[in-house]
Nanobody, 123 residues
Framework: QVQLVESGGGLVQAGGSLRLSCAASGRAFSNYAMGWFRQAPGKEREFVAAINRSGGSTYYADSVKGRFTISRDNAKNTVYLQMNSLKPEDTAVYYC????????????????WGQGTQVTVSS
C-alpha cells in the first residue's frame, strides 16, 4: 500500500504560481512512477503530468506543457508540481497518483491516489 497526501492548493490570480506537493508513505516511493491529474467541476478527471521512478523522464499534457513542471525527491518521498502562468481554466481539484508502469498518462494504470487539493485561479 502507498498512502498519498497532497498539499499546496489555494486561490491565486491568473498569471500567478503555485507549487503542489504530494507526500508518500508506505512501500518504497522510488519503486513507483508518479502522476498528477486534475478534475474540474462537471468534467472528467484528466492527465496533467507524469514522472518516472528516478525523476529522469517526464511527460506533460499539451495544455500545461511549458507552464507546469513535475519533479520528485525520492529522499523525501515527495513529488511536486510547479505551476506557473496559471489560467482560470486550470481551476480544478488536483490529485497525485502512483503507478508501477514506467511513464503513463492512462488513469487506469495508477493504483494509488491521494485525496486531492483544490486549485482556484481567478481572472
Amino acid at each position: 500500500q502507498v498512502q498519498l497526501v497532497e498539499s499546496g492548493g489555494g486561490l491565486v490570480q491568473a498569471g500567478g504560481s503555485l507549487r503542489l506537493s504530494c507526500a508518500a508513505s508506505g512501500r518504497a516511493f522510488s519503486n513507483y512512477a508518479m502522476g498528477w491529474f486534475r478534475q474540474a467541476p462537471g468534467k472528467e478527471r484528466e492527465f496533467v503530468a507524469a514522472i518516472n521512478r528516478s525523476g529522469g523522464s517526464t511527460y506533460y499534457a499539451d495544455s500545461v506543457k511549458g507552464r507546469f513542471t513535475i519533479s520528485r525527491d525520492n529522499a523525501k518521498n515527495t513529488v511536486y508540481l510547479q505551476m506557473n502562468s496559471l489560467k482560470p481554466e486550470d481551476t480544478a481539484v488536483y490529485y497525485c497518483a502512483a503507478t508501477r508502469v514506467v511513464l503513463t498518462s492512462v488513469m487506469n494504470d495508477y493504483n494509488y491516489w491521494g485525496q486531492g487539493t483544490q486549485v482556484t485561479v481567478s481572472s
